[in-house]
């Protein structure tokens, strides 16, 4: 079966910084992938998916970007970080079943 | 595209009690409907889901319905337990790449 594996945990980092959050899967080929944000005490907002290699969709106008320059490796980036960007950010994985990463709480101060 | 609209934001019930959630979809394409349960800090985990092809599907205290004519389907769980409390999701998708979208959630409490 499909496993996630999402660092860091936490991140704290200061307004301007960059960023950058690492997902990589395990135990299927090819699969889609996802970054979600989830803001305090709110639902999963889609911010990117990807079906391939090379292949990034984003789900709405940010300060953030995503790239997948492997199969099973799924990345979220910013240059410059914004106090907006604080979050809970989590990975997920479609092949068989949608399963998510253990996910990422950012906090930019 | 498709918007999931899930009632209510919190739900406190006794323990022993049952819970009720409900989701409302707008696609009538959607065909998959996940519900998803989210420990404090933790990631979402599948608890049951539902294909369009069934109005109702049981895992021993917790069961989801749906009403395809009325768009919306629930999640009922029963003899609620403490460690039922958490945050539970619903989802919908017609199983394209992108289209799986959450409800905003309900925090559910159960008192002991």
């Known amino acids: 079966s499909q496993t996630i594996h999402q660092w860091p945990a936490t991140l704290v980092q200061p307004v301007g910084s960059p960023l950058s959050l690492e997902c990589t899967v395990e135990g299927t080929s090819n699969p889609n992938l996802y970054w979600y944000r989830q803001a305090a005490g709110r639902g999963l907002q889609l911010l990117f998916y990807s079906v391939g290699i090379g292949q990034i969709s984003s789900e709405v106008p940010q300060n953030l970007s995503a790239s997948r320059p492997q199969d099973r490796q799924f990345i979220l980036s910013s240059k410059k970080l914004l106090l907006s960007d604080s979050g809970f950010y989590l990975c997920a994985c479609q092949k068989f079943g949608y399963t998510f990463g253990s996910g990422t709480r950012l906090t930019v101060v | 595209g498709e918007n999931v609209e899930q009632h209510p934001s919190t739900l406190s019930v006794q323990e022993g009690d049952s819970a009720v959630i409900k989701c409302t979809y707008s696609d009538s394409a959607s065909n998959y409907f996940p519900w998803y349960k989210q420990e404090l800090g933790k990631r979402p985990q599948l608890i049951i889901d539902?294909?369009?092809?069934?109005g109702e599907k049981k895992d021993q205290r917790i069961a989801v319905t749906l009403n395809k004519t009325a768009k919306h389907f629930s999640l009922h769980i029963t003899e609620t337990q403490p460690e039922d409390s958490a945050v539970y999701f619903c989802?919908?998708?017609?199983?394209?790449?992108?289209?799986?979208?959450f409800g905003a959630g309900t925090r559910l409490t159960v008192k002991p």
């Open positions: 989802a919908a998708s017609t199983g394209n790449n992108n289209d799986m979208r």
């Open positions: 539902i294909r369009s092809n069934v």
